[in-house]
């Protein structure tokens, strides 16, 4: 809002337009709170700041999407009754809109059954329970209350600490929202991994045997030869001068900081210019952001301290250090156009606070990328964390540009959502062990290590 007001624009001319989107999790009461609080946080700090006088420009309108953290990939039925609380949750705090995850998201990319479910979901609470027709139904119990002034109250502080370091601009360029996201949820990860947090069907309640879940089988080559032509021919029809022309112009615009960027940028798509290229032309004047965010030690083990079982694992760690003359080595990866890196920061956590010496890749490395920083990093094993279905393709990618450069001593293992119909054929590609969401992490630290 600052931006756009320093740019000449009246703030009731774009204030109503304004969304967010908030992720909702299991915490059924939190999370109908947090919205609530939201709202009063936003009209408190609109108009304290910005004097508007149009009403609207007070009102937080939010999208809401259910957690894909909760879905798990053990006993993964239960991830509809997961959906359907956290729909709930999110519709009596007052969402306008709502995304709710298919139940399978955990294994695979949704089937159409499975995105049916999701859908009806919405529909049953909609059209059967009745919830739509109050607003802010829970307003008034004591507890309901009590939690959203607790959550503005914490808000304000953290809102305050971010502006003391300048903005969240400057906060994300330091690291601060990472990090601290990084630290709940590794303490979160220690929680279930020692069962303190119980997540049904995983550390607690666990069915004796696996269900038989059909899932979505992509072809990943199939899809990337399909776009491949059709940005061939694509570029193959533009006309050749607006397409500089406007590339040219962009470029100008981001160089001299005069004139509207994404006007320039909406230029160049008319004229067919790529998103790679339009990304390109401004990567050409204000090279490539990389994100640093230092690992965290120390808040996954100290939830372990004192167990047995943990004390085990580190002595292990130990003695392998004294046997090979260092710690074993790890480098966590996340490969493609894959941003989710929750789970692959925890990963590097969590082998961190057991002893091994981890190094994080950057976000969106190619497999050659990735196989020569292991080795320039000499690590005994590459962990590819993977949710979006690109495992068929990047994994093998990566362990064959390791056997080109004669690295086949380091093992790769895999994380994330990876289908079990595709576990035999990334071990004939060379992966020396998988991992499913819900993993035990201590457990396949000792298996890693093993």
């Known amino acids: ?93 007052g969402t306008q809109s709502l995304h709710t995850n298919a139940f399978d998201e955990a294994l695979a990319l949704p089937t159409e059954a499975s995105a049916r479910i999701a859908r009806n979901t919405q529909l049953i609470l909609r059209e059967e329970a009745g919830i739509t027709r109050v607003v802010d139904p829970l307003a008034g119990s004591y507890y309901v209350e009590s939690l959203t002034a607790s959550l503005a109250a914490a808000a304000r502080a953290l809102i305050g600490e971010v502006e003391a370091l300048g903005g969240m601009t400057k906060a994300v360029a330091a690291g601060m929202p990472k990090l601290r996201i990084e630290e709940a949820a590794a303490r979160r990860q220690a929680r279930v991994d020692r069962g303190e947090d119980v997540i049904v069907g995983v550390n607690r309640y666990a069915p004796e045997g696996a269900d038989d879940v059909e899932i979505l089988d992509i072809d990943n080559s199939a899809v990337r030869e399909a776009q491949v032509a059709r ?77 047995e079982g943990f004390a085990r694992i580190r002595a292990d760690v130990e003695a392998f250090a004294r046997e090979e003359g260092r710690r074993p080595r790890m480098l966590v990866v996340k490969l493609g156009q894959d941003g989710h890196d929750r789970g692959a920061r925890i990963i590097a956590t969590a082998f961190a606070d057991l002893g091994f010496d981890v190094d994080v890749g950057p976000l969106f490395q190619t497999p050659e990328e990735a196989a020569r920083q292991a080795i320039e990093n000499d690590v005994h094993v590459v962990g590819v964390s993977s949710q979006a279905a690109g495992h068929k393709t990047l994994v093998p990618a990566l362990v064959e540009a390791l056997r080109a450069q004669d690295a086949v001593d380091i093992a790769v293992v895999c994380g994330g959502v990876i289908p079990s119909q595709d576990h035999a054929m990334l071990r004939r590609a060379g992966v020396a062990a998988i991992y499913g969401p819900g993993a035990h992490i201590p457990a396949a630290a000792a298996e890693v290590l093993e």
């Open 1 to 93: 809002m600052r931006a756009a007001l320093r740019g000449g624009l009246d703030v009731d001319a774009f204030a109503p337009r304004l969304s967010f989107f908030f992720g909702i999790g299991m915490n059924f009461f939190m999370e109908v709170a947090k919205l609530r609080a939201a709202r009063l946080l936003w009209a408190e700090l609109v108009g304290a700041l910005f004097k508007p006088s149009d009403p609207r420009s007070l009102m937080l309108r939010t999208h809401c999407q259910t957690s894909g953290v909760s879905l798990t990939s053990q006993d993964p039925y239960n991830n509809v009754v997961r959906t359907a609380v956290e729909a709930l949750a999110a519709t009596l705090g």
């Open 231 to 307: 940005l061939g021919r694509v570029r193959a029809a533009r006309a050749p001068a607006p397409w500089r022309s406007a590339l040219a112009a962009l470029e100008a615009c981001a160089q001299s900081g005069e004139g509207n960027l994404l006007g320039h940028a909406m230029e160049a798509a008319r004229a067919r210019a790529t998103v790679g290229e339009i990304s390109d032309a401004l990567e050409r004047v204000w090279t490539r952001h990389r994100a640093v965010t230092p690992s965290i030690t120390g808040v996954y083990g100290a939830a372990w301290e004192g167990d």
